[in-house]
């Protein structure tokens, strides 16, 4: 996976122990890491002819719902009042320090899915912590 090389909690007890500012900026570089090879799968999912329109639209739908989901982190974090100067620098797959392009296009579309399942997972886990630390009366 093009991200392995990204430092992550390995379990949820490790997460937890995260200051919630650094999980928010873990949450937005993944987030920013997936942007670039979506959008490559989406280009070369659109040239099989033989898959349903369903499937077409289902991976456009997906890398939409990555962008919103990155929007809505980072105008929670404006809201919190996080630095969020510092998360802006990431515009680009340079920044974190990964060659995604390549890593994207040399993987089969079922290894692709699994890392993006694998680290769709990751972002709902770390998204459960920082919403049970903003709002602990949701009884977590």
């Known amino acids: ?4 090389g990204m430092l992550t909690p390995n ?5 937890q122990k995260i200051p919630r500012e650094e ?34 639209n289902k991976a456009k739908q997906i890398s939409n719902m990555v962008h919103e989901l990155k929007t809505g982190v980072e105008k929670v974090t404006e809201k919190a009042r996080f630095s969020i100067n510092s998360l802006n620098g990431m515009a680009s797959s340079e920044s974190t320090g990964l060659s995604i392009s390549n890593e994207a296009n040399m993987m089969s579309d079922s290894d692709f899915i699994h890392c993006f399942r694998r680290d ?3 972002v709902q886990s770390y998204l459960k912590i920082l919403k049970c630390r903003i709002m602990p009366e949701n009884s977590c």
């Open 120 to 122: 769709s997972n990751k």
């Open 23 to 56: 999980l928010t900026h873990l949450i937005l570089k993944l987030l920013q890491a997936w942007k670039e090879p979506l959008s490559h799968f989406n280009q070369h999912i659109e040239h099989h002819q033989e898959l349903p329109d369903d499937s077409l």
């Open 1 to 4: 996976c093009h991200t392995s």
């Open 11 to 15: 379990g949820k007890e490790y997460a």
